[in-house]
């Protein structure tokens, strides 16, 4: 059975950045999509950013230019690195493979 374990969330001034990681232990993460959701306050989880097994990215429009997904398929680990945060940016993050999601990392942005 898949787990996927997250870190690297944090408290930090908008406009400075912080890196997430997830972790997944057993044999499916290589060949299929991974994702970074978040979770606002009072609001319903989205998707923030994806990467393919081939390394095609894509991302919600609040997140382009600033959020960098990235994934190292030999130690089962995708990366989201989040540089310019905003207040918006707060939330907790999860990492999703296939139905698997982690339990979350806090990041919290204050103005």
């Known amino acids: 059975q898949v787990q996927l374990v997250e870190s690297g969330g944090g408290l930090v001034q908008a406009g400075g950045s912080l890196r997430l990681s997830c972790t997944a232990s057993g044999s499916t993460f290589s060949p299929n999509y991974i994702s970074w959701y978040r979770q606002a306050p009072g609001e319903q989880r989205k998707l923030i950013a994806g990467?393919?097994?081939?390394?095609?990215?894509n991302y919600a429009d609040s997140v382009k230019g600033r959020f960098t997904i990235s994934r190292d398929n030999a130690n089962k680990t995708v990366y989201l690195q989040m540089n310019s945060l905003k207040s918006e940016d707060t939330g907790v993050y999860y990492c999703r493979l296939m139905t698997t999601w982690g339990q979350g990392t806090q990041v919290t942005v204050s103005s």
């Open positions: 990467i393919s097994s081939t390394g095609i990215t």
